[in-house]
C-alpha cells in the first residue's frame, strides 16, 4: 500500500455513514442471543459468507436483516459505541452519522428507543473519545411519502437530537421528486438536507436532489460525471459529493477499485470525500477505505490526501469558526 501512515494519521471527518451499517456479525449474534431473536443464518461465518453483493438491493436486504436484533437502547447504544471506536482509531474527529428510524418503528421499536441509544453514544463519544458525532435520520426512500411524514411528526420531540435528514435505499424506481414536500418542510424547521443520489441512479437524480429538495450534499454522486453540465454545476457551487471507495466496488458500481472515478472527480475540481457508508458489510472502515483508493490508484499522492481531508471538514455542518480551526 502506499501512503499509508499519512493516510492512518491524518485528522479527517466522516460524512456518509449508516449506523445499521457499521453492525458486525459478531455483535449481529451478540444482540440476536441477548434479545432471543433467530435468525437465518447459523454461525458468523455463514452470515459473512452471504456478504457477496452484485448490486445495491442484494445489499439492502441482507443489511434490513441485520438490523432486525436491534430492539433496546441498549443495543442503539452498544452498535455506535463500536462504530465511534473504530472513528477515533482511524482519526476522525467528527462524524456525522446516518440512522434509518423506520427500520425500526416498522418492527414496533419506537422512535425513542433508537434516538436515545444514539445519542447516548454520541455524547459519551465527545468526552469519551474525543471524536464529535451528529445524527441525520434519513427517510427510507422505498416507502411512501405519506410514512415519511409520519416518520418525521414521531421525530419532531426529538428535534434537537439531529441535525439534518437524509434519504437513502432503493435509489432507481425512487426518485428525489417522491419527497419534495418532506423535505420543504424539513428545511423549514431548520434541518440540514443531504439525499443519496447518482450511485446507482441517473445524474439526472443529482438535478432533482438539487432542484427539488436543495439538498445541500449529495451522497454518493459518482454518476455525475456521465452529465458534463452536471459537474459544472456541483464545481461552481461546491456542493459536496460524499464518496465511499469501497461501497461501490462491492456493489458493483465500479467492476475494480482501479477503476474509481475519484481522481477524476478532483480533477473536475470537486468537493469530493472518502467515506464508509456501511463498514461492517463492505470490508473496512475510513482507514481502509483511504488504504484500498491509494493502492489501486497510483496517480493519487499525498496532495490528493490532504484535499481529500480538507474537503471532509469543508463540507461538514460543523460551525465557521470549528471549520477554519480544523481546515
Ligand atoms: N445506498 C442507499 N441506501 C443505503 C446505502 C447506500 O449505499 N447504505 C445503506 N443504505
Ligand atoms: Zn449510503
Redesign the pocket.
Known amino acids: 500500500a502506499r501512503l499509508p501512515a499519512l493516510l492512518r494519521q491524518m485528522p479527517k471527518a466522516e460524512l ?1 455513514i ?1 449506523i ?2 457499521s453492525l458486525e456479525p459478531e455483535l449481529i449474534f451478540k444482540l440476536a442471543q441477548r434479545n432471543g431473536v433467530t435468525l437465518p443464518y447459523p454461525s458468523i461465518e455463514a452470515l459473512r459468507a452471504a456478504y457477496a453483493f452484485t448490486d ?1 438491493q442484494s ?2 436486504d441482507i ?1 434490513y436483516a441485520g438490523a432486525s436484533v436491534l430492539l433496546k437502547e441498549e443495543d442503539f447504544f452498544d452498535m455506535a459505541w463500536a462504530y465511534l471506536g473504530k472513528a477515533a482509531a482511524d482519526n476522525v474527529v467528527h462524524t456525522e452519522i ?1 440512522f ?1 428510524p423506520q427500520t425500526h418503528t416498522a418492527r414496533g421499536v419506537p422512535f425513542e428507543t433508537v434516538i436515545k441509544g444514539l445519542n447516548h453514544a454520541v455524547h459519551r463519544a465527545h468526552t469519551g473519545l474525543g471524536v464529535s458525532a451528529k445524527l441525520i435520520l ?1 427517510f427510507l ?1 422505498h416507502l411512501s411519502e405519506e410514512e415519511a411524514f409520519a416518520t418525521l411528526e414521531k421525530a419532531l420531540p426529538w428535534r434537537h437530537h439531529f441535525i439534518g435528514v437524509g434519504l ?4 432507481v424506481g425512487h426518485p428525489p421528486s417522491k419527497f419534495e414536500r418532506v423535505f420543504a418542510r424539513c428545511r423549514e424547521l431548520g434541518l440540514h438536507v443531504v439525499a ?1 443520489a447518482g ?2 441512479g441517473p445524474p439526472a437524480y443529482i438535478h432533482e436532489a438539487l432542484d427539488l429538495l436543495k439538498t445541500e450534499r449529495i ?2 454522486g459518482v454518476r455525475c460525471l456521465e452529465d458534463a453540465d452536471l459537474v459544472e454545476r456541483l464545481a461552481e457551487t461546491r456542493i459536496p459529493l460524499t464518496v ?1 471507495p469501497l ?1 461501490n466496488t462491492k ?1 458493483c458500481v465500479f467492476p475494480t477499485m482501479a477503476d474509481h472515478n475519484l481522481p477524476a472527480l478532483l480533477d473536475a475540481g470537486l468537493c469530493a470525500m472518502v467515506n464508509s ?2 463498514p461492517a458489510y463492505f470490508g473496512g472502515y475510513m482507514n481502509q477505505n483511504f488504504i484500498e483508493l491509494f493502492a489501486a490508484l497510483p496517480q493519487l499522492t499525498a496532495r490528493h490526501a490532504y484535499q481529500l481531508a480538507r474537503n471532509s471538514f469543508e463540507a461538514s455542518f460543523v460551525g465557521e469558526e470549528q471549520k477554519r480551526a480544523w481546515v
Do not use: A, I, Q
Not at 437513502?168 to 435509489?171: G, I, P
Open positions: 456518509h449508516h445499521e451499517g445495491l445489499f439492502l443489511y446516518f434509518d434519513c426512500r437513502d435505499s432503493s435509489e443519496h450511485e446507482e451522497d454518493h465511499c461501497s456493489l457508508d456501511d
